[in-house]
């Protein structure tokens, strides 16, 4: 086992080993060294996943939000995991679509736009605002939002951030990646 271990292309060093556990008895384990760059993109692919059910479960709520402006699932304190304040965050999503506003960008791509805190704010000022979210159910209710609002130059995504193929170079102003390049697997995906 370990010797064809050793000969996959994507494994730099291997060794397996007999482990005695006490609730489940003798087994192999084997321990990898992956080889430099081997498996990233589909170790990333397999994060963004991970990330995906994470907020399709936050955005998830047991009362829908009608106005994504006010759309604040899954916005919680790291330190103490308690919502945070709506207050805050209403002047947060204001200062950071006047800096965005402030570049005069009218083709807009966001990256990661969740529930629609910043879309909300920006679209009617846009000729082309693109949305793109991995969460079916932020997308869903989004696209519900922007025809019930009119706004057709809204459009919305299931996707995630490393999968624009389809996008002309060149057809926006601005990428916005507010407050979801933290959960990016690594610098390559960023770039």
């Known amino acids: 086992i370990e010797a064809t271990l050793q000969r996959h292309p994507a494994v730099r060093e291997a060794v397996v080993q007999?482990?005695?556990?006490?609730?489940?008895?003798?087994?192999?384990?084997?321990?990898?060294?992956?080889?430099?760059?081997?498996?990233?993109?589909?170790?990333?692919?397999a994060q963004v996943a991970q990330w995906r059910d994470v907020f399709e479960e936050a955005y998830t709520t047991p009362t829908p939000v009608t106005?994504?402006?006010?759309?604040f699932a899954g916005w919680t304190?790291?330190?103490?995991?308690?919502?945070?304040?709506r207050d805050e965050m209403r002047a947060w999503a204001e200062a950071?679509?006047?800096?965005?506003?402030?570049?005069?960008?009218?083709?807009v791509l966001e990256l990661g736009c969740g529930t629609g805190l910043l879309?909300?704010?920006?679209?009617?000022g846009c000729t082309r605002y693109v949305g793109c979210d991995p969460s079916p159910t932020a997308?869903?209710?989004?696209?519900?939002?922007?025809?019930?609002?009119?706004?057709?130059?809204?459009?919305?995504?299931?996707?995630?951030?490393?999968?624009?193929?389809?996008?002309?170079?060149?057809s926006f102003d601005a990428v916005v990646l507010n407050s979801v390049v933290q959960y990016f697997p690594g610098e390559a995906y960023l770039r």
């Open 18 to 45: 007999l482990r005695d556990d006490p609730a489940t008895g003798p087994r192999l384990v084997a321990y990898v060294v992956p080889a430099a760059g081997a498996g990233d993109d589909e170790a990333a692919v």
């Open 67 to 71: 106005d994504p402006r006010e759309a």
């Open 77 to 85: 304190s790291a330190v103490t995991g308690a919502p945070l304040p």
């Open 96 to 107: 950071t679509c006047a800096v965005i506003r402030r570049t005069g960008a009218r083709r």
């Open 119 to 124: 879309l909300a704010r920006l679209a009617d």
């Open 139 to 170: 997308i869903a209710a989004l696209r519900d939002w922007a025809a019930t609002a009119g706004l057709a130059q809204v459009e919305l995504h299931e996707r995630a951030a490393h999968d624009l193929d389809d996008f002309t170079p060149g």
